[in-house]
């Protein structure tokens, strides 16, 4: 695992935010999330007791963010986490 990226992980947020960039306004979503199911789409980072597990698009995710599943990308297959074993989702 990268411990570079451990220490580097972001800080907590609650919710998507604007955030304004050379004029424009764009969402954007930063730290800690709880509210799986609106995540569907976004690139996200899976984390493990302090461990980075994988990153990818949230392929589908359960309306009361218990679930969420990472889409498959090239040789690697589709993977689902649980909340309820202590994984965490980064944005």
């Not at 302090?50 to 889409?71: C, F, K, N, P, Y």
Request: hydrophobic residues 35%.
């Amino acid at each position: 695992m990268d411990s570079q990226a451990t220490l580097d992980a972001p800080r907590a947020a609650s919710d998507l935010g604007e955030v304004s960039t050379g004029g424009r306004n764009t969402k954007k979503t930063l730290g800690l999330r709880g509210d799986w199911g609106r995540l569907p789409g976004h690139t996200v980072e899976v984390w493990l007791l302090g461990e980075h597990v994988a990153s990818g698009v949230v392929d589908q995710a359960t309306e009361d963010d218990s679930v969420l599943w990472i889409a498959a990308e090239g040789i690697s297959t589709r993977r689902v986490f649980d909340k309820s074993s202590g994984y965490q989702i980064w944005v």
